[in-house]
């Protein structure tokens, strides 16, 4: 996936463009997370635009749950080896805003390094 500031491609394929309205409008959808696992249900197809923390926490988001389940034990300083369907690593040291687009499915699986609430601002692209 390639992104800039106004649209996402997926290998050659324009997936969302701002100019265009990029689908829908924007949507946000706020949860806690600990230490632990956890899903979101989005409607279908998205792109996350934002992701905003309160607090410092290293959060990753997955296509499914084998994936997460199988990328668990990797630690923060371990680079991620492919094949689990990770789409987003955050490891934010601070509270604050990551732009950060990127495309997923519903349910959005996730896991969490300690305790947090996370903001995601997203639109349904199909």
């Not at 410092?56 to 094949?83: E, M, N, W």
Request: glycine fraction near 12%.
């Amino acid at each position: 996936m390639i992104a800039d500031a106004t649209r996402l491609y997926l290998g050659d394929t324009l997936v969302y463009d701002a100019a265009q309205g990029g689908g829908g409008t924007d949507e946000t959808l706020t949860f806690d997370v600990a230490n632990g696992l956890g899903q979101q249900a989005l409607a279908g197809t998205f792109v996350i635009k934002r992701v905003h923390v309160d607090a410092p926490v290293r959060i990753r988001f997955y296509l499914d749950q084998a994936g997460r389940t199988a990328d668990l034990p990797r630690s923060i300083y371990t680079p991620y080896p492919g094949g689990c369907g990770l789409i987003y690593e955050l490891n934010a040291t601070a509270p604050g805003d990551h732009l950060v687009p990127f495309i997923g499915s519903t349910p959005l699986f996730w896991t969490a390094d300690s305790v947090a609430t996370i903001t995601l601002t997203w639109r349904s692209i199909a």
